[in-house]
């Protein structure tokens, strides 16, 4: 006698960013059926800012099937390269890498999942678990969803871990992560000859700016093409941090000011700012940029990820400071071992996630404990060059 075919079991997967889409794409090649719901109404894609490329993203991609061939990951920087506050070089060494850009991630992502079952505008409300294993999911527009799986990869104000741990939050660690992106034959010339090709560095008392160059508008690695991406960490008291993320239309932006949207008088502020502080081809990027963005830097690492059938990765489960060079690939990683757990214990999906768990807990605080010492060391300890990343 024929055994009937199991149903594919369903997963559903709340956040549509790089977390949801790694997850969402290898689950549906493992047999899965998989829906992701995103609150935002409008599409992710953006310029966005620089990521550098590590071995887990390459790997979700190629799980994923990507053709890897044609595909131009990033922009490769030969050297590390110190700069003292006077504009004289500290240390240059050769130290190869790929820079790449969220925006290029996402793009890739995105295509690979497809369109049919990735839903925009969906606001999450409301969790329930079944004694028999199910999940339901509530929306705002009053809709439900259930499932076999749900994972929470809706980012550092996820609304699943709100909902499941209200006390789990992130906490401001002092300092902020000034951004822009300038495109590459806009830069000042004399940038342009300090600065392409290298992963460049400078610390000063309460500051540290690095820059590399990254893929450009429609994820373009062509020279003249790509745009210069910095990142500029300030310290930053709450109130001021308040201040800062005060939109130009008087809206609290919180944690995060896009780009756009920054007062023109925080922009005006960071020019002097980097006249006082910056070696000349940095101030030089920076007062070229002409809309510079935001985000206050904070600190997660929970003490759960898993509730039942409920789980949460990504930055919804722990944030690791931008010095580690590790969201994104924590997300990959994450998901990565998700799946192998899943395809480990493929009749007992709970067994699977008691498995999976220990591992990424402990990733997220060796990360989030990693990248506190980094960053209070460059901000709080010390205004010697460095390079983290």
């Given at each position: 006698?024929?055994?009937?075919?199991?149903?594919?079991?369903?997963?559903?997967?709340?956040?549509?960013?790089?977390?949801?889409?790694?997850?969402?794409?290898?689950?549906?090649?493992?047999g899965w059926?998989?829906?992701?719901?995103?609150?935002?109404?409008?599409?992710?894609d953006?310029?966005?800012g620089?990521?550098?490329?590590?071995?887990?993203?390459?790997?979700v991609?190629?799980?994923?099937?990507?053709d890897?061939?044609?595909?131009?990951?990033?922009?490769?920087?030969?050297?590390?390269?110190?700069f003292?506050?006077?504009?004289?070089?500290?240390?240059?060494h050769?130290?190869?890498?790929?820079?790449?850009?969220w925006?290029?991630?996402?793009?890739?992502?995105r295509?690979?999942?497809?369109?049919e079952?990735?839903?925009?505008?969906?606001?999450?409300?409301?969790?329930?678990?079944?004694?028999?294993?199910?999940?339901?999911?509530?929306?705002?527009?009053?809709?439900?969803?259930?499932?076999d799986?749900l994972?929470?990869?809706?980012?550092?104000?996820?609304?699943?871990r709100?909902l499941?741990?209200?006390?789990?939050?992130?906490?401001?660690?002092?300092?902020?992560?000034?951004?822009?992106?300038?495109?590459?034959?806009?830069?000042p010339?004399?940038?342009?000859?300090?600065?392409?090709?290298?992963f460049?560095?400078?610390?000063?008392?309460?500051?540290?700016?690095?820059?590399?160059?990254?893929?450009?508008d429609?994820?373009?690695?062509?020279?003249?093409?790509?745009?210069?991406?910095?990142?500029?960490?300030?310290?930053?008291?709450?109130?001021?941090?308040?201040?800062?993320?005060?939109?130009a239309?008087?809206?609290?932006?919180?944690?995060?000011?896009?780009?756009?949207?920054?007062?023109?008088?925080?922009?005006?502020?960071?020019?002097?700012?980097?006249?006082?502080?910056?070696?000349?081809?940095?101030?030089?990027?920076?007062?070229?940029?002409?809309?510079?963005f935001?985000?206050?830097?904070?600190?997660?690492?929970?003490?759960?990820?898993?509730?039942?059938?409920?789980?949460?990765?990504?930055d919804a489960?722990?944030?690791?400071?931008?010095?580690?060079?590790?969201?994104?690939?924590?997300?990959?990683s994450?998901?990565?071992s998700?799946?192998?757990?899943?395809?480990?214990?493929?009749?007992?999906?709970?067994?699977?996630?008691?498995?999976w768990?220990?591992?990424?807990?402990?990733?997220?605080?060796?990360?989030?404990?990693?990248?506190?010492?980094?960053?209070?060391?460059?901000?709080?300890?010390?205004?010697?060059?460095?390079?983290?990343?």
């Open positions: 006698m024929n055994t009937p075919e199991r149903s594919p079991q369903r997963a559903l997967i709340i956040g549509g960013s790089l977390g949801g889409l790694f997850t969402g794409n290898l689950l549906r090649r493992a059926d998989v829906d992701i719901y995103e609150r935002s109404p409008h599409s992710l953006s310029r966005g620089g990521i550098v490329l590590q071995p887990e993203v390459v790997e991609f190629r799980r994923t099937g990507v890897l061939q044609p595909l131009e990951l990033g922009v490769q920087s030969r050297s590390r390269t110190v003292r506050p006077d504009g004289s070089i500290q240390s240059k050769v130290a190869p890498q790929t820079q790449t850009s925006s290029l991630i996402y793009s890739t992502m295509a690979a999942f497809g369109e079952h990735y839903h925009q505008g969906q606001k999450l409300v409301g969790l329930s678990q079944t004694p028999d294993h199910r999940v339901t999911a509530r929306f705002a527009d009053g809709t439900q969803e259930t499932a799986l994972v929470g990869a809706d980012g550092s104000s996820s609304t699943v709100h499941l741990w209200p006390t789990e939050e992130p906490s401001y660690a002092g300092y902020l992560a000034w951004r822009g992106l300038v495109p590459e034959d806009e830069m010339a004399m940038a342009r000859e300090a600065l392409s090709g290298d460049s560095f400078s610390s000063n008392v309460q500051s540290h700016i690095l820059g590399y160059l990254v893929p450009g429609g994820n373009d690695t062509r020279p003249g093409h790509r745009l210069y991406n910095w990142v500029w960490y300030r310290v930053a008291d709450n109130a001021q941090l308040h201040e800062i993320m005060t939109d239309g008087g809206r609290d932006r919180g944690f995060s000011i896009p780009e756009g949207k920054l007062a023109s008088h925080w922009r005006e502020h960071l020019y002097r700012e980097a006249d006082a502080l910056l070696p000349a081809p940095l101030r030089a990027v920076v007062r070229a940029t002409t809309q510079p935001a985000q206050a830097i904070r600190d997660l690492a929970v003490d759960h990820m898993v509730d039942g059938r409920i789980i949460l990765l990504g489960a722990s944030i690791p400071r931008p010095h580690t060079a590790a969201s994104t690939s924590k997300a990959a994450n998901a990565l998700l799946l192998a757990a899943l395809q480990t214990f493929p009749d007992d999906p709970d067994l699977a996630l008691s498995h768990q220990p591992e990424q807990l402990a990733l997220g605080r060796y990360l989030r404990d990693q990248g506190s010492r980094i960053g209070d060391h460059l901000l709080f300890q010390s205004s010697r060059p460095a390079t983290a990343r």
